[in-house]
Structure formats: C-alpha cells, structure tokens
C-alpha cells in the first residue's frame, strides 16, 4: 500500500492550497479516506474525510475554508484549503481505511507552511 502526498508548499496568509493523494496497493473505492495534520509536540489531528460513499466530514477549523473530495478513476483524494491562516500550517497526512477493517494507512505527510 502506499499513499503519496503532493501539493503542500508555503503560501501567504488568506491564499489557497490543493492538496493530492494518489493510492496505490488498494482498492481505492472500497475506502474511506481522510486528511490529518500535525504540528510539532500535538497529536495528529482529523481535518476531513470522505467516506466510499462520499459523505464528509469536517473539523470546526476548516469547516467553510476546505473541501475534501475524491476521484475513483484516478484512485486520488483531494483538500482544497481556501483562506488559510497561520495556523493551518502542519503537515498533512492522507489516510486510507479500508472499509469494514481495523486497518489504517498514512502517506508520508506533504508540508503545509502559511506565512507572510
């Protein structure tokens, strides 16, 4: 299985990042997928996911400002940050989980920075 991350950079205060995630080794449709992010010495922390059906869910801090979405054919899942704050900075992590299973997958995690 592997999960590659792409897309993270730094980027001003108020600007906008998309964030990619292209699976390999599984079989993309029959997982929910998610975004996390993490800052140093903080647990990693849920941004947003999408199920296999293609329900989301969102974390009060980017609710309004990021959209998870996802592309079966591609085997890809996508994090469009809009309005991003200072805060926002961490790295992102993608997960997959397989539906019906314990298992969980992480890609190596992409660089958000947002600074003036």
């Known amino acids: 299985v592997q999960l590659v991350e792409s897309g993270g950079g730094l980027v001003q205060p108020g600007g906008s990042l998309r964030l990619s995630c292209k699976a390999s080794?599984?079989?993309?449709?029959?997982?929910?997928m998610g975004w996390y992010r993490q800052t140093p010495g903080k647990q990693r922390e849920l941004v947003a996911t999408?199920?296999?059906?293609?329900?989301?869910i969102y974390a009060d801090s980017g609710k309004g400002r990021f959209t998870i979405s996802r592309d079966n054919a591609k085997d890809t899942v996508y994090l469009q940050m809009n309005s991003l704050k200072p805060e926002d900075t961490a790295v992102y992590f993608c997960?997959?989980?397989?539906?019906?299973?314990?298992?969980?997958?992480w890609g190596q995690g992409t660089q958000v920075t947002v600074s003036s």
């Open positions: 080794g599984i079989i993309f449709s029959r997982n929910h």
């Open positions: 999408i199920t296999s059906g293609g329900n989301t």
């Open positions: 997960n997959a989980h397989p539906v019906s299973t314990v298992d969980d997958y």
